[in-house]
Nanobody
Framework: QVQLVESGGGLVQAGGSLRLSCAAS????????TGWFRRAPGKEREWIAT????????NVADSVKGRFTISRDITKNTVYLQMNNLKPEDTAVYYC????????????WGQGTQVTVSS
């Protein structure tokens, strides 16, 4: 099992920045990648970014590319989502999730952290 704990959400004005953290514990060696997702009120869950644990390779959704960056600190088993130039439409609950090496779906999810961007 893997446990994921997000932190770093909060209230920020438009144009501001936040850094979300996703700390992993448990059977870290089984993780293939970690992704960030968000769900805004009344909308479906949206994929934001993914980081591969083997080589740190990243992918970022076009909708946030240039503003959001995914990274990691191997020593802390933590994946970050740096969010710059935030907009009101970025308001959502943000989740991190991890996929096992032997899986094709995201197997572990964090509890979510609220990000609210005021105009």
């Amino acid at each position: 099992q893997v446990q994921l704990v997000e932190s770093g959400g909060g209230l920020v004005q438009a144009g501001g920045s936040l850094r979300l953290s996703c700390a992993a514990s448990g059977r870290i060696v089984t993780i293939y990648n970690t992704g960030w997702f968000r769900r805004a009120p009344g909308k479906e869950r949206e994929w934001i970014a993914t980081l591969a644990w083997s080589d740190g390779g990243t992918n970022v959704a076009d909708s946030v590319k240039g503003r959001f960056t995914i990274s990691r600190d191997i020593t802390k088993n933590t994946v970050y989502l740096q969010m710059n130039n935030l907009k009101p439409e970025d308001t959502a609950v943000y989740y991190c999730a991890s996929r096992r090496r032997d899986s094709y779906t995201y197997d572990y999810w964090g509890q979510g952290t609220q990000v609210t961007v005021s105009s």
